[in-house]
């Protein structure tokens, strides 16, 4: 693509302003002059190649473009009779440089701004601007539309017609129409038709250019002809200049797409950039593996990049009202889609306002999903996977877990996500229960699956998931055992092992009193749990004590007194359970313990109190919420139902409409 700049006209009109230089050489801000703004925006979409005709002053213009030192190649081609015709002319001089590609057309004296320039270069068909909302100028370019698309240009069209501007995209076979129109015109012999307007030769074409109206509405998009034309652009560039654009990031690496974005943003204005925080982050995407602080400092080191803010929710309202950017730009794959409400809430406040959103096409080149899928592959690794419990913890204040005994109730807990308000869903963490890992081997929940096979468990769930485990390790067995328990989950890369106070036969604690129960003495227990932490290498792994007191019936004195001696012991969380319905006990066990420590992580198990919600049992200080056995619970019924529908029928047909179908299967499985 080839840009065409039109310089070789008078601008008599100016005054003493072109006394001395082309009128496109005439300052519009103390920065620029219509000419190093056009040349910037050109060099800026990334054309190369610019030709331009020039008349009176031409070696002020050609040194002038030289001193502007863009990456631009000029080629400068002279009228050598500008002051006897007119740029229909001008363009035939050019001509041989013209063919074969397209081109882009302007006046040397048109200013717009960069987004106006940025959608005709963008445009997909040749096009030229006009303005729906501007009055019908008397003198100056009017084109006539019929079906969005431009049939006539000149001063005379008042029907069917909007105000047009000569900023055109004319693409290559539209253009040599044109163009041998033009060269028609000046080698008529006519000396009229190498005076008039080149558009009066593509009026002639009657409509066989396929030149399409983009409606630049109100956007600046003007030509400087007189003094007072000079003072109205001016002000509106300053007021351009001065607007502010807002982009969301949740990215914690920059690549090639994200600088493209940010250049495009920041060619409309000052970019004030909102970096979502952790906790955002990590729900509606995933974990981010740099932290927002780092983030942060990212961006406000990238050129372009005016003003880095955080954004502390998925929605922009509180940013929007706090800046009040002029712009808010953001990649068009959220106008449908979960995301479509922060959306719509952001197009809403812009519009309270009078803001404005402008939307790219978003990129969905192979090159980033690969980084993408490289980061979240990096999250799987026992370092980072074991480190995240606790920074979850950190960021979110409460964690959620749910049960998994398999790869594929690991996929599950991996990947289920819901929306809503604009955001997802998802669970933090998975819990590796001892009843669920026993039950799917068709074993009791009684410590009889052995050590080797639970790992065995893990690493199935490891191979094909990222997110944090919670290992439930039973009683933790001898402390003798123990220490190489620890060492072997923080080797795997578990983030936390629960171990609970009892001891001898341990059986479910939702049993609660109807079996034979030991509960450990707090000393050997205080002693398995000093042991552990001594045991383990790294920082970021956790041993939790479960007090099994309310379970036992032993009030909750014991378990108070138990929960600060195991905490004394060095345990990083303690978890306190209970199997009545009412979370009463629970309650009061929270209050009591958050009287005298405020920051032990507490984790709950509510399978039986389960009718409170998460918030609620945040705002009371716990901490982690496990849902220990509900894809368990779920499963096997399923599967009996199906294993006697097709007992009874003879047949698999009437299990048809209970199965998943092999698609679903197969897209919950991802291939590498
Ligand atoms: C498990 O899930 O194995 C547990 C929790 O230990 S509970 O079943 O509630 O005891
Ligand atoms: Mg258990």
Redesign the pocket.
């Known amino acids: 693509m080839k840009a065409l700049i039109l310089n070789s006209g008078l601008g008599t009109r100016m005054g003493v302003l072109t006394s001395e230089h082309p009128k496109c050489m005439t300052e519009i801000s103390s920065r620029e002059t219509i000419l190093s703004r056009q040349l910037k925006q050109i060099a800026d979409a990334g054309i190369t190649e610019v030709i331009m005709t020039t008349g009176a002053f031409d070696s002020v213009l050609v040194n002038y473009c030289n001193s502007l030192d863009l990456p631009l190649h000029i080629t400068f081609v002279k009228n050598p009779v500008y002051d006897k015709t007119n740029y229909i002319y001008s363009i035939y001089c050019a001509r041989e440089y013209l063919k074969d590609d397209d081109v882009i057309l302007m006046h040397g004296d048109l200013v717009f701004e960069n987004e106006v320039f940025d959608k005709v270069v963008s445009s997909e068909t040749s096009c030229m601007t006009v303005s729906s909302t501007l009055d019908l100028p008397e003198k100056d370019f009017k084109a006539v539309i019929k079906d969005g698309k431009v049939q006539k240009v000149g001063i005379e069209f008042f029907n069917d017609a909007m105000a047009a501007q000569p900023l055109y995209k004319l693409k290559k076979e539209d253009w040599d129409k044109w163009l041998d129109e033009i060269i028609a015109f000046c080698e008529s012999g006519d000396e009229a038709k190498r005076k008039c307007y080149a558009e009066n030769a593509l009026n002639e074409l009657d409509g066989a250019c396929n030149i399409a109206a983009l409606d630049v509405r109100e956007m600046l998009c003007s030509e400087i002809d007189d003094p007072d034309d000079l003072a109205v652009v001016s002000s509106r560039l300053k007021e351009i200049s001065s607007r502010t654009v807002y982009m969301t990031f949740s990215t914690d690496i920059i690549h090639g797409g994200h600088i493209a974005m940010i250049k495009k943003a920041q060619r409309l204005g000052r970019l004030i950039v909102g970096v979502l925080s952790d906790e955002v982050v990590s729900g509606y995407k995933r974990y981010p593996l740099v932290p927002a602080s780092e983030r942060k400092v990212m961006f406000e080191n990238i050129a372009g990049v005016y003003r880095v803010v955080d954004q502390n929710t998925l929605s922009y309202r509180e940013n929007l009202e706090k800046y009040k950017p002029d712009i808010v730009v953001h990649g068009d794959d959220w106008v449908s889609g979960f995301q479509k409400p922060v959306r719509d809430e952001v197009a809403s406040i812009l519009a309270s306002y009078g803001g404005k959103l402008v939307e790219y096409p978003y990129s969905n080149d192979s090159k980033y999903k690969a980084i993408e899928d490289r980061t979240r592959a990096e999250l799987s690794l026992p370092d980072v996977r074991r480190s995240r419990l606790k920074k979850t913890l950190e960021m979110k204040g409460l964690v959620t877990a749910l ?1 998994a005994h398999s790869g594929i109730t690991g996929l599950i807990v991996e990947k289920t996500a819901v929306y809503q308000n604009g955001g997802t869903k998802q669970f933090d963490a998975m ?1 590796v ?6 039950t799917a081997k068709g074993k009791p ?1 009684i410590e009889l699956v052995d050590m080797t096979s639970r790992f065995r468990t893990i690493d199935d769930i490891m191979e094909v998931t990222t997110k944090p485990i919670i290992f ?1 390790g ?1 009683t933790g067995g001898l402390t003798e055992h123990f220490v190489y328990t620890v060492r072997s989950l923080e080797r795997m890369g578990v983030s936390m092992v ?1 171990i ?1 106070d009892k001891t001898g036969l341990k059986k ?3 049993f609660g009193t109807e079996v034979r129960q030991t509960q450990d003495s707090i000393e050997n227990f205080c002693e398995k749990i000093r042991a552990g932490k001594k045991a383990q290498k790294t920082a970021d792994f956790m041993i939790c004590a ?1 007090i099994e007191s309310l379970i036992l019936e032993r009030g909750m004195d014991d378990a108070l007194e138990r929960a600060f001696a195991f905490v004394g012991a060095g345990a990083d969380a303690i978890m306190i ?1 209970s ?1 009545r319905k009412e979370p009463d006990e629970i309650f009061e066990f929270i209050e009591k313990f958050r009287e005298k420590d405020k920051t032990t992580p507490v984790v709950l ?1 509510p ?1 039986s109190f389960n009718t409170v919600y998460e918030e609620e049992f945040k705002e009371r200080g716990a901490n982690i919420i ?1 849902y ?2 509900q894809l368990t619970r779920t499963g096997f019924p399923a599967m009996q139902d199906a294993a006697r529908t097709i007992l009874e029928n003879h047949r698999a047909k009437e299990c048809d409409d209970k199965c998943m179908s092999i698609k679903d299967i197969i897209t919950l499985i991802p291939e590498e």
């Open positions: 049960e819990w229960s001892s009843l669920c890992d026993s929940d439930d039973d629960i609970e479910n604690s939702l479960r359970h199997r198990v399978t496990i220990a056995n």
